[in-house]
């Protein structure tokens, strides 16, 4: 008698599935090494003497927690790799949406955590940003630099899961996730005045230059923030944080969940969100393009 071919499973049943792998998740010890990493990295950011080592360090500092998310991501999908009898009573599809949906309480982690930096920021006052004569003291990060760490942890859950499906091995997609994210984390590497508006960590501030080496800073608006000539550069720069630019990035990284989540979940819908989250991050990049300073 032939096996009855696996039927698509209602939404409670995914439902089902998504908070069981939600919990696999929480459990997963990657996540919270990461996490333990990232507040060393933020630490260490924040005893640099550079001007704006704490604004800049502080969202780079989230590279490690990306990373123990793609693994837990890793560990999840990757049971999708021990085939299932025919009759299995949830297709393929079905499974993989709920792990991607499970992903959500490690989105959620990071959620809470962005959320505690910033009010303890909040409380203490803000960091410090510029050199003088243009400097403050109470430099805070705007919703739509605090909304990229939570987005990427998406990208990082659909980048676990289309990594393991891709290369059919936990152990090969976890060296080549590693050797990602770390690349990601060495953020000053993809700050250029392209890159960086397809890069998957955008930090800010953006230096615009305004001065020779020779200029007097004070003739310069009172409300600038600036950057004086040192071992980086020759001219005084202003500093500038636009949130206009991190929202359009954030849209941006929309786009990249849409068309990653799309790949790892398949299905007959797949081309319809795949060519939804391709316009969605085009948008994001053109209007970074016109919105930057």
Sequence with gaps: ???????????????????????????HP????????????????????????????????????????????????????????EDAPVAETQRSAARLLGGLALVGLVAVVVAAVATGLRLAGGVDLGDEPGRTLHAHHTLPELLQPVLLAAVAVCLGALAVRVLRHRLAASLVLALGWFLVWVYWLWQGPVVRYVALL????????????????????????????????????????????????????LGLVAVLAALVVGGRSRRWWVAGGLVLASLGVAAQVVVAP
Excluded: K, N
């Design 202 to 253: 955008q930090v800010q501030p953006v230096s615009v230059e305004v001065g020779p080496l020779q200029a007097d800073p004070t003739t310069f608006p009172a409300d600038w923030l600036l950057t004086g000539p040192g071992e980086h550069q020759d001219h005084w720069a202003r500093v500038v944080v636009s949130p206009e630019l991190a929202a359009w990035h954030d849209v941006y990284l």
């Design 30 to 85: 990657a996540p919270w090494c990461g996490l333990a990493l990232a507040v060393v990295a933020a630490w260490d950011a924040s005893q640099a003497e550079w001007s704006g080592a704490s604004y800049t360090g502080l969202a780079a500092s989230v590279g490690p927690l990306l990373l123990g998310i793609s693994l837990a991501a890793v560990a999840s999908s990757g049971r999708g790799l021990v085939p299932l009898a």
């Design 1 to 27: 008698m032939r096996p009855t071919p696996p039927r698509d499973a209602g939404p409670s049943s995914v439902r089902v599935l998504a908070g069981l792998e939600a919990r696999r998740m929480l459990r």
